[in-house]
C-alpha cells in the first residue's frame, strides 16, 4: 500500500503506458482521450480538457516521477514531485512495499 498516500486505494497501480488521442471541436470543444495501462494490463480511458493536457505532459516528465493511477477513483497520481515517497521500483504486484518511507 503507499503509506496513506492521499488518492491512493488499494486499487492503485504503477502505470506502464500513457497515450493520448486528440479529437478537436468535438462535444463543444477540442480535448483528449488518455489512455493508461497500468501494471496489471487493465486500460483505462481518461477524457483531458486540452487546456489541461499540457500541465499533464509536463507532469510527466518530472525527473524521479513515478506515476500511478486509482481505478476506485480514477485518479491519476504523480509521486515524487519533490522528494522520493515512492521508490523507483515501487509495484502493487510486490506488495507494494516501501511506499512512504520518507
Known sequence: MLGGM??????????????????PG????PAFELMVVTEDERRHSLPVPAE???ALVALTQVRD???????EDRTLIVANLV????????????????AGAG
Open 52 to 54: 489541461e493536457m499540457a
Open 65 to 71: 516521477a513515478v506515476l500511478l493511477f486509482d481505478a
Open 83 to 98: 522528494g522520493a515517497w515512492v521508490p523507483q521500483t515501487w509495484s502493487a504486484e510486490d506488495g507494494g512495499a516501501g
Open 6 to 23: 492521499t488518492g491512493a486505494s488499494d486499487q492503485t497501480r504503477r502505470v506502464r503506458f500513457v497515450n493520448a488521442n486528440w479529437t
Open 26 to 29: 468535438r462535444d463543444g470543444g
